[in-house]
């Protein structure tokens, strides 16, 4: 059973970075396709950005673009979402996602294995 845990949310001041980490256990990293979602109070969970299993593909919703990385290091079983130039509108539980399909979507549905999901504040 694959088990995803996110970690490195907290509150920061707006310009600020922070970077999230997603450990995949149960399962090796490199045989799923991963992404990061969020879900502000309130509101649905949408897609921020996803990477695929190889040749890394990757992909990012237009409110993240060019401010957020997301990353993978497959020998220690970890995806990172590397946060920068951080605006309040970026308040959220972030939740790392996996599925064995070979490139990301951005559809909720699309994804088997889900976190727990990590606070992430930023104060204006």
């Known amino acids: 059973q694959v088990q995803l845990v996110e970690s490195g949310g907290g509150l920061v001041q707006a310009g600020d970075s922070l970077r999230l980490s997603c450990l995949v256990s149960?399962?090796?990293?490199?045989?799923?396709?991963m992404a990061w979602f969020r879900q502000a109070p309130g509101k649905e969970r949408v897609f921020v950005a996803s990477?695929?299993?190889?040749?890394?593909?990757?992909d990012y919703a237009d409110s993240v673009k060019g401010r957020f990385t997301i990353s993978r290091d497959n020998a220690k079983n970890v995806v990172y979402l590397q946060m920068n130039s951080l605006k309040p509108e970026d308040t959220a539980v972030y939740y790392c996602?996996?599925?064995?399909?070979?490139?990301?979507?951005?559809?909720?549905?699309?994804?088997?294995?889900w976190g727990q999901g990590t606070q992430v504040t930023v104060s204006s």
């Open positions: 996602a996996a599925d064995e399909a070979l490139y990301g979507s951005r559809l909720r549905h699309s994804y088997d294995y």
């Open positions: 149960g399962g090796t990293s490199s045989l799923y396709v």
């Open positions: 990477i695929s299993r190889s040749n890394p593909y990757l």
